[in-house]
């Protein structure tokens, strides 16, 4: 499973680089995202789920969250 550090990351930048991986994948992958607490993690699991992906899980790991995803459709 592939992991994308988006810590630091403001918004909407984040979600654009979220985007931009997930093209790199097929359909069925899974991927991580770390995401800041605040508006990226209100926002990026809003945004990717409303766009047909399926969230697997949504974690806080210390200071940052992890976010689950898998791809849905090309």
Do not use: W
Request: charged share 30%; with cysteine; glycine share 10%.
């Amino acid at each position: 499973m592939q992991t994308v550090d988006l810590r630091g990351v403001a918004c909407p930048t984040n979600f654009v680089k979220a985007k931009l991986a997930l093209e790199m994948l097929d359909e069925g992958d899974t991927v991580e995202f770390l995401l800041d607490d605040g508006e990226p993690v209100k926002n990026v699991p809003r945004s990717l789920k409303g766009e047909g992906h399926k969230l697997l899980g949504l974690k806080q790991v210390d200071d940052h969250y992890v976010l689950t995803l898998e791809k849905v459709g090309e």
